[in-house]
T-cell receptor, first 113, second 112 residues
């Protein structure tokens, strides 16, 4: 197991609601990336945070937002939930500039009804 | 054209055989190449990384990279039923940050 933790494990929300997912990085890792993995698909990059700033963003609308805290933990916030937001949300921590140190957490399974 | 393309499978091989998994990518400036293994209901786990043309071996796994053909492959020798999983090819593009772009993954089934 990696040292990356995520909470909650599972979550059920209704369309239009807002959700916050949390991630704690592996010790020593200063970069956090968030991915969305729909069923049967590969993970899709949402964004990355380094030194509490967004350091790159994938093709996701602004209702997906994030935060990184001084201890390198992170949150993913999704507003105005849509049915298509149902997916596994993965957090990965790494050292800056070193994608081969990227370790994934167990994920949060979000279901939007 | 997708940035990273893989055949979704399933790829079925008998136990003890060599499994060959393939991936192509569109960004010619891509820097780094990875293979992740993902068991059903679990998160991806990095099994191989490769940065330069040629072969890289680690135990039963060999990654092969051909930048001219924009092609990455993973060979698994002496396949075991425990190797049954989805194998994700991933690439970091040219650019300044660590965005990792994944393919759809190839489902491998090793038949005992």
């Amino acid at each position: 197991e990696t040292g990356v933790t995520q909470s909650p494990t599972h979550l059920i929300k209704t369309r239009g609601q807002q959700v916050t997912l949390r991630c704690s990085s592996q010790s020593g890792h200063n970069t956090v990336s968030w991915y969305q993995q729909a069923l049967g698909q590969g993970p899709q990059f949402i964004f990355q945070y380094y030194r509490e700033e967004e350091n790159g963003r994938g093709n996701f609308p602004p209702r997906f937002s994030g935060l990184q805290f001084p201890n390198y933990s992170s949150e993913l916030n999704v507003n105005a939930l849509e049915l298509d937001d149902s997916a596994l949300y993965l957090c990965a921590s790494s050292l800056a500039g070193s994608a081969d140190t990227q370790y994934f957490g167990p994920g949060t399974r979000l279901t939007v009804l | 054209q997708k940035e990273v393309e893989q055949n979704s499978g399933p790829l079925s091989v008998p136990e003890g055989a060599i499994a060959s998994l393939n991936c192509t990518y569109s960004d010619r400036g891509s820097q780094s190449f990875f293979w992740y293994r993902q068991y059903s209901g679990k998160s991806p786990e990095l099994i191989m990384s490769i940065y330069s043309n040629g072969d890289k071996e680690d135990g039963r796994f060999t990654a092969q990279l051909n930048k001219a053909s924009q092609y990455v492959s993973l060979l698994i020798r002496d396949s075991q039923p425990s190797d049954s999983a989805t194998y994700l090819c991933a690439v970091t593009p040219s650019g300044g940050y660590q965005k990792v772009t994944f393919g759809i993954g190839t489902k491998l089934q090793v038949i005992p």
